[in-house]
């Protein structure tokens, strides 16, 4: 993503107008400025590193805040190096000063990013660092997370189904604590997609049906296209 002399210049001063819009800005709010402003993800992206850079000795956690969030878009557009980049400048700068959560964060979408990369192994030790965290701090949203990365690493590596299932179910469980039954879906239709790209057809398409099937009793028009977009892809693939 490359920006014109022009465009970075423009960009920060829109920074400036939202910052200052209404008087002296609270460090603390410029984030959430910025992300629910109006411009575009480019403009908010130009926007956000110009925090990292000016808070970076003054407010470390502001600006590793910035770069996860920086992080964020890019891993939303496919380009995983840069979100990858901001990751690991946003981890430098946390201390014991930050809320304790953000390295934990930052390492599930570290993980992340690397499943899109093919590096499973990488991705399934930082996912499962992650968890340790969320388990320890009773945070069963975000280890329904880490269980959604952890069941796709596992269908990867081959792990069979036994384990892969077993991680559903620890997800399944946790979300339905959590009243959010539709996230198992989610990771099967994952799983399913894993499998697909290594050709395990049959596979996949097992996992696809166990999405159907949770699906019809609470149905979700974008879990439903998800699925039919994917099952129909399978059988071309099967031929």
């Known amino acids: 993503m490359k920006f014109t002399a022009l465009h970075k210049a423009l960009t920060t001063l829109m920074l400036l107008v939202v910052l ?4 002296q800005p609270d460090s603390g709010d410029i984030i959430h400025k910025i992300t629910k402003s109006d411009n575009s993800s480019y403009e908010k992206i130009a926007a956000l590193d110009t925090v990292t850079r000016y808070y970076r000795t003054t407010d470390p956690c502001l600006s590793a805040r910035a770069n996860f969030e920086v992080a964020e878009y890019y891993y939303d ?6 979100s990858i980049i901001n990751i690991l400048e946003g981890i430098n700068l946390v201390s014991a000063d930050c809320d304790s959560s953000m390295y934990a964060r930052a390492l599930l979408m570290y993980s992340y990013n690397e499943i899109d990369l093919g590096e499973i192994k990488h991705a399934d030790s930082l996912a499962n660092v992650a968890l340790n965290y969320f388990e320890s701090h009773d945070n069963k949203e975000e280890q329904i997370n880490c269980l959604n990365a952890l069941a796709i690493c596992s269908a ?8 892969t299932n077993a991680l559903f179910r620890r997800m399944y469980h946790l979300a339905e604590a959590e009243g959010n ?4 879906a989610r990771s099967l239709l994952n799983i ?4 697909g790209r290594f050709n395990n057809v ?4 097992f996992y696809y049906q166990q999405v159907k099937a949770i699906n019809s009793k609470k149905p979700q028009n974008r879990m439903s296209v998800n699925y039919h977009d994917g099952i129909a892809g399978l059988y071309s693939q099967k031929g």
């Open 202 to 205: 049959d596979s996949a398409i």
């Open 181 to 184: 039954p539709l996230a198992p």
């Open 156 to 163: 990867y590596m081959g792990s069979g189904f036994e384990i």
């Open 192 to 195: 399913g997609a894993t499998h």
């Open 77 to 82: 557009f496919s380009e995983y190096d840069s």
């Open 20 to 23: 200052f819009s209404s008087g």
